[in-house]
């Protein structure tokens, strides 16, 4: 156990911590990079877009490859090209170039995500998956704390695209310290008895066929879509063209929002572990879809900046409490073989509408208002929050309790 921790800490939480450093320091500069290519606000949504159409595009092939040939090679695989897009990407001489780098960065960084839940699904036992992941996401948030604040500081102090060459610098130090394992585990998961085999007698893209399955994946598209423009960075294209705010004011909110996370996650991956996914699944969505609608309101009425970024912050608040919830349960729903297949197939659904998602609010926004924008969120928030409170069976159960030895 003690090298499963340590190989878990090497190649998962260190380096997630350091590519999300990396990635917060390109965030706050994105929205603005993009607007600086003279392009409107549903055009510039597109390089949101085109990162998710890469991201969810590589799914099943990372899948294949990661059965076919190891976790080990793609998780450093991964970083490389995404160290390679940033470059690109901050010299990019057109607006269509810029959408290639960024589609470019989708499909790398999706290496990293469907390798590394792979690893977490192998080696941990269904009562450690939550606390590993949100684990995980937590250590990625700490990385994203300060990353917000220095490419802000970076951009205003020399250049807009200074943020993108840091982060492909950083990306190639995320590979370093897998770089020192000598294998990546591959053995199948171990079993608790807490955990309820929803897909006995199946294998790979056969278990996609149960009805818990899809029902899940169609929960999973409607968390994406929810979550698809916080999670992308797109939602900062709204105060940017609405209040014309720089990186400056992007960073700080963003860094205040991840500072608040640290704590929520690693509770919500104990209340996981202990009670169940549904326990924080269920409320987590139904208070970001409350979050989204105050967000709608913000915006109908009218109201000054500092109402979004209040807005913002319990949006936040609330994605912590979900993250990591639905990939743990879908890492609970896949069965032993072929593993990484299945798992990369509703991550693909997943990413669909982490993809459309964007262009959706930029859509809606232009045609509609960001009122109706900011609504359809919330919509899709709440009936995920529905379909897998009354269509999904809970993956863990609580330990039956130990009666006390009789007195002699």
């Known amino acids: 156990m003690r090298d499963i921790a340590r190989q878990n800490f090497l190649s998962l939480y260190l380096p997630a911590a350091t590519l999300a450093l990396a990635t917060g320091i390109a965030a706050p500069a994105l929205p603005v990079y993009a607007k600086s290519f003279d392009v409107s606000f549903e055009t510039a949504s597109y390089v949101f877009t085109a990162q998710l159409a890469g991201t969810m595009l590589s799914t099943i092939p990372t899948g294949y490859f990661l059965d076919r040939i190891g976790r080990g090679k793609i998780l ?175 960073g700080i909110i963003d860094t205040i929002a991840s500072a608040l996370g640290i704590p929520i996650m690693l509770t919500a991956g104990h209340i996981m572990d202990k009670y169940g996914r549904k326990a924080t699944i269920v409320p987590g969505f139904s208070l970001l879809a409350l979050a989204l609608g105050f967000t709608a309101f913000t915006a109908w009425a009218g109201l000054p900046f500092p109402f979004f970024a209040a807005a913002y912050l319990i949006m936040q608040s609330s994605l912590n409490i979900t993250s990591g919830n639905m990939q743990t349960l879908g890492s609970d729903l896949a069965p032993a073989q072929g593993r990484a297949k299945f798992m990369s197939a509703w991550l693909m659904v997943g990413q669909l509408g982490m993809t459309v998602s964007p262009w959706a609010m930029g859509m809606l926004s232009t045609g509609l208002g960001y009122t109706a924008a900011f609504l359809a969120l919330a919509a899709s928030s709440a009936g995920a929050a529905f379909i897998v409170g009354t269509q999904v069976r809970e993956t863990v159960r609580r330990a039956p309790k130990q009666e006390p030895a009789p007195s002699s």
């Open 76 to 250: 450093i695989a991964g970083p490389l090209i995404l160290a390679l897009s940033s470059f690109l990407t901050a010299f990019a001489q057109s607006f269509p170039e810029l959408l290639a780098y960024r589609f470019l960065a989708g499909w790398a960084y999706q290496m990293w995500i469907v390798s590394r839940l792979s690893i977490i699904a192998d080696t941990g036992t269904a009562n450690q998956r939550g606390r590993q992941i949100t684990g995980m996401f937590t250590m990625e948030n700490m990385g994203r704390m300060l990353g917000p604040a220095i490419g802000a500081g970076l951009a205003a102090l020399w250049d807009v695209r200074a943020p993108f060459i840091v982060h492909g610098l950083l990306a190639i130090v995320t590979i370093l310290p897998s770089l020192k394992l000598a294998r990546i585990s591959q053995r199948p998961p171990q079993h608790s008895e807490t955990a309820v085999d929803v897909t006995t007698g199946r294998s790979g893209l056969a278990a996609l066929l149960t009805v818990q399955a899809m029902m899940f994946m169609l929960a999973y598209f409607m968390t994406s879509f929810a979550r698809g423009p916080m999670f992308s960075g797109a939602i900062f294209l709204y105060p940017v063209y609405r209040y014309g705010v720089g990186p400056g004011e992007i």
